[in-house]
C-alpha cells in the first residue's frame, strides 16, 4: 500500500455553535446543559449539478487506439433534496434521555420489499401510499459517568470521517465525500447497542464508543459499492445472527487537533442473508474495516483528511453465489464481483478569508484531494474493473451566510483508470459544477 499513502491533512466541524445528532453529550456532573427538558431541530441540504458525462461510466469495455472508453460525453443537469431532517432529544430524567432522528431522503421513497415465503420466498416489491421515511436513529441513553454511558436502539455507525461527522455543514462540498460514501453505507445507522464516554489527563483527552449492532448482509454486496449496499433495514427486522461489532477512540492532545480511528468486524455476513444457508457451501464470509481520520482547525485553516480500508473474505464465493441467487424483484444488486478489498482516502484544506479581512464575509475557499477504489484488489481468479478506480479533486467556495448556514459551490473533476494524483486515465473524465445551501440546528429547546 505504499504507493497510495497520503499523509492525512485534517479539521474541526466549522463552528463550536455546530450541531451533532448523535447520543446526547457526555458531561460531568457538574456541567450546565444546553437544554432543561426537551429540544427539537434538523438539519438538511439542496444541490443543483450541471454535469458533463453520462450516466454510464462502463459505456464500451476497453479504450481504442487515439481515444478514450467510459463514460459518454453528455451536458445534463441535475438538482436535488438529497436529505431533510428533523430530530428531538427529551429527557425523561436528567439521567435517561430519548433522542431521534427522522430523514426524509431524496423526497423519501414509496417502496418496500418482503420475502413471500409461500411462493418459494420470491421477493415482492409493494408501493405504500403517501411514501416512507427513514428512521435514521432512535435510541434510548443512560447518563451513568462521564467515563461510562450507554445507549440502546437506532444508532449512528461511526465508521470513518463521514459517518461520525455527517451533518452538512461539517464537510466543504455540495455533497458528501465520495472517498468513503463510495463503499461504506452513509449515514450508515444499525440497530444495537453502545457503550461510550470520555476521558483524560491534563490536556489530553480520550472519547471512546464500543458498538455491538445489527450485522452487514452478503445478499448486498456488489461490484459497484462493495458492502454498502448490505447494511440491513429493507425489511421489517434486520438479522443478528452474526452482529456487527464496532469501535471508535478519538484523541485530543494538541491544541485544535483531533485524530480519530474506528473499526468495523462482522465474523460472517452470509450467515444474516435473507434466506438460511444460502452461504454455507463457501463457509464464512469476515468483513473488516479499519478507518484512520483526523480534523485541524486554527484560525485561519480548517482541514479534513480520511484513509479508509476495508476486506472481505471470500469475495470469490459471494461473487460466484450474488450472481445467480438474486432474483429481479429483490432489493439488491447481480453486479460482481464483490472484492476482496476497498479503499479510499482524502485530504481537504480551507481557509477562512474573513479572518485574514476585516470587511469581508464568512468566504472558506478550499480544495479537496480524493482517491477511492471499491475494486482495489480481489482474490485470485478475479478480475477488477479500472473503471472504479477514481482519482479525484475538487475546488470550491463555502459563504457562512450565518454560524449554521452555509451556501456553497464547487467544480469536481475525475480521472477515471489512475490512482496518480495529477495523472489522467485511459477513460473519459468526468467534470461537474454544482451549487447547494445547507443548514443545522436547534429550533425550540425547553
Known sequence: MSHFHLKAIASLIISASALTFLTPSVKADDDKDEYTKFRFGGYGEMVASFKDYGINRLNGTTPADGEKAGNSRLHRNTIAIPRFVLALDYKFSPKWILGAEIEFEAGGTGTAYEIENSENGEYETEIEKGGEVALEQFHITRLIHRAFNISAGHLIVPVGLTNAHHEPINFFGTTRPQSETTFLPSTWHETGI?????????????????????????????????????????????????????ARIDWKGISNLRLGVSGYYCRDAGSNSDKP????????????IGSFDATYSCRYLTGRGNLTYGYVGNSAGVSSINRTLLSGKSPYSRLVPVAKNALSYGVELGTNLGKYISSCPQLMPYARYEYYNPQQAGEKGQTMDRRF??????????????????????????????????????????????????????????
Not at 216 to 236: C, H, M, P, T, V
Not at 399 to 425: C, H, M, S
Open 194 to 246: 453502545k457503550f461510550y464516554g470520555a476521558f483524560g489527563l491534563g490536556k489530553t483527552s480520550f472519547n471512546y464508543e464500543a458498538m455491538i449492532v445489527a450485522g452487514l448482509n452478503a445478499n448486498g454486496f456488489e461490484r459497484d459499492s462493495w458492502i454498502a449496499a448490505g447494511k440491513q433495514g429493507y425489511f421489517e427486522t434486520d438479522n443478528f445472527t452474526s452482529p456487527g461489532y464496532v
Open 277 to 288: 444457508h444460502v452461504y454455507s457451501s463457501i463457509g464464512r464470509i469476515p468483513v473488516a
Open 389 to 446: 478506480k477514481v482519482s479525484q479533486w475538487q475546488v470550491g467556495l463555502n459563504w457562512f451566510a450565518l454560524p449554521n448556514l452555509v451556501i456553497k459551490a464547487d467544480y469536481t473533476t475525475r480521472q477515471i483508470g489512475t490512482e496518480k494524483v495529477f495523472g489522467t486515465g485511459p477513460y473519459n473524465s468526468e467534470n461537474e459544477f454544482a451549487i447547494g445551501i445547507a443548514y443545522i440546528g436547534w429550533f425550540i429547546k425547553k
